[in-house]
T-cell receptor, first 117, second 118 residues
Framework: AQKVTQAQTEISVVEKEDVTLDCVYE???????LFWYKQPPSGELVFLIR??????QNEISGRYSWNFQKSTSSFNFTITASQVVDSAVYFC??????????????FGKGTHLIIQP | EPEVTQTPSHQVTQMGQEVILRCVPI?????FYWYRQILGQKVEFLVS????????KSEIFDDQFSVERPDGSNFTLKIRSTKLEDSAMYFC????????????????FGPGTRLTVL
């Protein structure tokens, strides 16, 4: 069975600080896919990134970066120079296939990120 | 850019009533999903659907739930007799294929339908 753990329920930082959201996963699959989604107060799920289990290169996209470490089963997400608009709930997710697989995505419980001005 | 749409955005119903939540997946997608998110909790997989039949379903997806693709565009979730605990946001999602890892083969989520059972 797959499992995603986001141990940080809520994080509050002051604007312009860097913040890292942790994600630890469990799976028996040798090939799997990891995702991050952002859920702003309006409620929709905004896709941020998908990574393959066989590609451990870290990725940077603007102020966002992701650190994938297979050895520790972690896929952490860092926001550099945070902004108030980054305030949202962030979900880490896991699936057996890039498009979701028959079992869909397994989500973590989410981390509520609050950026204070 | 293609998108998944869901209607209605908010549905209020009385306990025991039947509700149908509607989704229009992206037109060339083959795999369809429903997820549920109870307020303040995580998003949970309910069911996947491919080739006009259910592929997988979670233990949440009991006999009260059913899914259907009544025509070439809609994908519906029916709850036969709603309970208070069915109050949640319901997300529909679709993807093009399971096996390829092309950039376009991601799971696209709709904006959700907020169901309130009174």
């Amino acid at each position: 069975a797959q499992k995603v753990t986001q141990a940080q329920t809520e994080i509050s930082v002051v604007e312009k600080e860097d913040v890292t959201l942790d994600c630890v996963y469990e799976t028996r699959d040798t090939t799997y896919y990891l995702f991050w989604y952002k859920q702003p107060p309006s409620g929709e799920l905004v896709f941020l990134i998908r990574r393959n289990s066989f590609d451990e290169q870290n990725e940077i996209s603007g102020r966002y970066s992701w650190n994938f470490q297979k050895s520790t089963s972690s896929f952490n997400f860092t926001i550099t120079a945070s902004q108030v608009v980054d305030s949202a709930v962030y979900f880490c997710a896991l699936s057996e296939a890039p498009g979701g697989g028959a079992d869909g995505l397994t989500f973590g419980k989410g981390t509520h990120l609050i950026i204070q001005p | 850019e293609p998108e998944v749409t869901q209607t209605p955005s908010h549905q209020v119903t009385q306990m025991g009533q039947e509700v149908i939540l509607r989704c229009v997946p992206i037109s060339n997608h083959l795999y369809f999903y429903w997820y549920r998110q109870i307020l303040g909790q995580k998003v949970e997989f309910l069911v996947s659907f491919y080739n006009n039949e259910i592929s997988e379903k979670s233990e949440i997806f009991d006999d009260q739930f059913s899914v259907e693709r009544p025509d070439g565009s809609n994908f519906t979730l029916k709850i036969r007799s709603t309970k208070l605990e069915d109050s949640a946001m319901y997300f529909c999602a679709s993807s093009e294929a399971l096996g390829t890892s092309g950039r376009d083969n991601e799971q696209f989520f709709g904006p959700g339908t907020r169901l309130t059972v009174l």
